[in-house]
């Protein structure tokens, strides 16, 4: 596609229930990058995949938290047991080099946790 | 925790007017980049200044990093409607961790 693509745009679950966001990035693109953005803020450093393989997850808050690219493509972030303090935009990044010098990003999916 | 400190956090202004918005940070930085962050979308990178006391100009804005590598400043001229937005600057904290700045959420009005 033209541009990173992250589905679905908006989420609310029940605080308790699991979610799966999904993040679909330039085509060709090795880096991909998740970050999480509450209100108010700049966008936090979740994890880093470079191909298949995640190099980083260093900013994932909390074990419920787990993200893969199996293929090296497309990425799923992976919520388990939402808490209300997971309400935030999640941003999905990607970038044509290792060292993810341009990043591109999606427009997020806003997760609400009641 | 944020490594990069951006102010004011707020700014309203007319258009027509000029601002300069400030990251700053006691870290030395290899590069510093601007993004412009719309509401409801992801940011969108402006520009990426590498060399210290480095000026790089985009149409109506102007990029400056500080001699030493540790902040930035971008200054719009003539602001218009167009220019609000979140703007936010970032730093590699690692080769492959970009931290941003909480931001500078800029309105324009008519």
């Known amino acids: 596609g033209a541009g990173v693509s992250q589905s679905p745009r908006y989420k609310v679950a029940k605080r308790g229930q699991d979610v799966a966001l999904r993040c679909d990035p330039i085509s060709g693109h090795v880096s991909l990058f998740w970050y999480q953005q509450a209100l108010g803020q700049g966008p936090e450093f979740l994890t880093y995949f470079q191909n298949e393989a995640q190099l980083d997850k260093s900013g994932l808050p909390s074990d419920r938290f787990f993200a893969e690219r199996p293929e090296g493509s497309v990425s799923t972030l992976k919520i388990q047991r939402t808490q209300q303090e997971d309400s935030a935009v999640y941003l999905c990044?990607?970038?044509?080099?290792?060292?993810?010098?341009?990043?591109?990003f999606g427009s997020g999916t806003q997760l609400s946790v009641l | 925790t944020q490594l990069l400190e951006q102010s004011p956090q707020f700014l309203s202004i007319q258009e027509g007017e000029n601002l300069t918005v400030y990251c700053n940070s006691s870290?030395?930085?290899?590069?510093l980049q601007w993004y412009r962050q719309e509401p409801g979308e992801g940011p969108v990178l402006l520009v990426t200044?590498?060399?210290?006391?480095e000026v790089k100009k985009l149409k109506r804005l102007t990029f400056q990093f500080g001699d030493a590598r540790k902040d930035s400043s971008l200054h719009i001229t003539a602001a218009q409607p167009g220019d609000t937005g979140l703007y936010l600057c970032a730093g590699p904290n690692t080769i492959n961790d970009m931290r941003f700045g909480a931001g500078t959420r800029l309105t324009v009005k008519p």
């Open positions: 990044a990607s970038s044509l080099s290792p060292e993810g010098e341009k990043l591109f």
């Open positions: 200044v590498v060399t210290g006391g």
């Open positions: 870290s030395v930085f290899s590069s």
